[in-house]
């Protein structure tokens, strides 16, 4: 794997503290997003309804990067790709709500885009950060270096 990809796949972990911290938001946010798109993925080409404008192929990469990227929060594999499918998701999430003029707090039963800013973030810091130490994706990259040291 050229050394670039395996930067961005398998970042150096931060210390156990900030470690810590990394795998609290996984996990809330990795259920979050993985609930929230559970209806999604049942109908990933049609969640939207029949009148969307959206076509079926960005609506089934949004129950996806909801999902799947959800899931993979969660174990920490892969975390920086999921990462990037949740931002592109989120940033069209919370655009979507900001054009058509709702409030960042919903006031009752109205739209707002509160939640989308939030996954929004931690995916960006998910992205920035890494997993953690606490993940697959560093338990894989401990595997991957002790094999490179070996074959020296």
């Given at each position: 794997?050229?050394?670039m990809?395996r930067?961005?796949?398998l970042?150096?972990?931060p210390?156990?503290?900030?470690?810590?911290?990394?795998?609290?938001?996984?996990?809330?946010?990795?259920i979050g997003?993985?609930?929230?798109?559970?209806?999604?993925?049942?109908?990933p080409?049609?969640?939207m309804?029949?009148?969307?404008?959206?076509?079926?192929?960005?609506?089934?990469?949004?129950a996806?990067s909801?999902?799947?990227?959800g899931?993979?929060?969660v174990?920490g594999?892969?975390?920086?790709?999921?990462?990037l499918?949740?931002v592109?998701?989120?940033?069209?999430?919370a655009w979507?709500h900001i054009?058509?003029g709702?409030?960042?707090?919903?006031?009752?039963d109205?739209?707002a885009?509160?939640?989308a800013?939030l996954?929004?973030v931690?995916?960006l810091?998910?992205?920035?950060a890494g997993?953690?130490?606490?993940?697959?994706?560093?338990?894989?990259?401990r595997?991957?270096?002790h094999?490179?040291?070996?074959?020296?």
């Amino acid at each position: 794997m050229p050394k670039m990809m395996r930067r961005f796949l398998l970042p150096d972990p931060p210390s156990d503290r900030a470690s810590l911290g990394l795998l609290a938001a996984r996990l809330v946010a990795g259920i979050g997003l993985a609930m929230h798109g559970w209806g999604k993925i049942q109908n990933p080409f049609g969640w939207m309804g029949e009148k969307a404008a959206t076509p079926g192929v960005l609506q089934a990469l949004a129950a996806l990067s909801e999902f799947g990227g959800g899931l993979a929060l969660v174990v920490g594999l892969l975390v920086p790709l999921a990462s990037l499918g949740i931002v592109c998701t989120m940033s069209v999430a919370a655009w979507t709500h900001i054009s058509r003029g709702d409030p960042f707090l919903s006031r009752r039963d109205g739209g707002a885009y509160e939640l989308a800013a939030l996954y929004l973030v931690i995916s960006l810091l998910l992205l920035a950060a890494g997993p953690g130490r606490f993940s697959l994706d560093a338990l894989i990259g401990r595997q991957t270096a002790h094999g490179s040291e070996q074959r020296k």
